[in-house]
């Protein structure tokens, strides 16, 4: 079953199908009421990588995730993918797993699959910036530092956030505080590694900073057994992401560690497992639907049919206060 078997059936050219299926508004809504009959009769399943409108452009976005193990992501893909299908997109995803080789080659094949526009998550470098801008088509870049004003750059304040979480554990009386960053370099992350470092010195509060190999639950884990090996003890422990702190909670379960009561920890980012772990998780709050809104309205034609207009968009952190950050163990801040 084809385009061509339904224009037949329904009496018209496949040009015509195209539109309707595509959304174009220069359809008879008799004739568009008389396609989607056909269409539904015939149980036609249109080829996403096809589906182009009049004059061969597609309908069509790329998206290129980070990581789409870390519940962040995939939230954020969820929205990009509800958002287009009510704007009569489809998606195309690949995930780089903070790969660059990787960003390279998923890049080049959504280009190759004649994406409508493209949304890149992880870093980004000047060589993939060129080919982007070569392109020509509408480009939406989350936390990508310093772009050309030609892309759309959809920025959140990670320093802020972290100097908040920092703020309220030090107005808690903690006064040692060590940190879990992520396994790998990142541009948002290593923003929240450098708050850490320069606001618990502006604050006098004694720090360590803990690496773990991998990220999320395995790696808050591990970072949590060699925190505790080095001898540190903090009474609070800060997390690059909830992801991580869930596994940092349970392993100081697992030590015999009360969360707050003996540690108090922290996530970034609010995902909806913070709010369902045990105890709760007090996090940053990143705007994941809104961000994923945001990037369908930078790659999707306005009603005129004209292009969005790249701009810098700044979102603020909401701080989540929750169970698992208390008042530093009397003695021990």
């Known amino acids: 079953m084809n385009l061509e078997d339904v224009a037949k059936r329904a009496g018209v050219g496949s040009a015509t199908v195209s539109r309707v299926l595509n959304g174009h508004p220069g359809v008879k809504s008799s004739t568009r009421a008389k396609v989607l009959r056909v269409v539904e009769q015939l149980k036609y399943k249109p080829n996403l990588h ?36 009510l704007c009569g997109y489809e998606t195309l995803l690949a995930n780089s797993s903070h790969d660059v080789k990787l960003l390279k080659a998923s890049v080049h094949r959504l280009l190759g699959q004649q994406v409508a526009g493209l949304g890149v998550f992880p870093e980004m470098e000047p060589a993939i910036l060129e080919e982007l801008r070569e392109a020509q088509i509408p480009v939406v870049l989350f936390d990508a530092g310093d772009v050309p004003d030609s892309f759309t750059n959809i920025h959140f304040d990670h320093r802020k956030g972290m100097r908040m979480l920092l703020d309220l554990l030090h107005a808690m009386g903690h006064r040692r505080m060590a940190y879990i960053s992520a396994p790998v370099f ?22 360590l900073v803990i690496a773990p190999t991998e990220d999320g639950f395995a790696g808050g884990r591990e970072a949590t057994r060699e925190l505790l090996r080095t001898g540190f003890a903090p009474t609070a422990i800060l997390c690059v992401n909830d992801w991580v702190a869930v596994g940092v909670i349970r392993e100081l379960r697992n030590q015999g560690l009360s969360v707050p009561g003996d540690v108090s920890v922290t996530g970034f980012d609010n995902i909806t497992m913070a709010e369902f772990s045990c105890p709760s998780l007090t996090t940053i709050h990143i705007p994941r639907s809104e961000i994923g809104r945001l990037v369908v309205a930078g790659l999707v034609p306005d009603a005129s049919d004209s292009p969005p207009a790249p701009r810098h968009i700044f979102l603020d952190p909401e701080l989540v206060l929750r169970e698992s950050t208390g008042i530093a163990p009397p003695g021990r801040g």
């Open 50 to 85: 096809a589906r182009t409108l009049a004059g061969g452009r597609s309908r069509v976005l790329g998206i290129v995730m980070a990581n789409l193990y870390n519940p962040f992501f995939a939230d954020i893909y969820h929205a990009i993918e509800t958002n287009a299908l």
């Open 186 to 207: 990142v541009r948002p992350t290593e923003a929240r590694r450098m708050e850490f470092l320069e606001t618990t010195a502006r604050h006098g509060v004694e720090s």
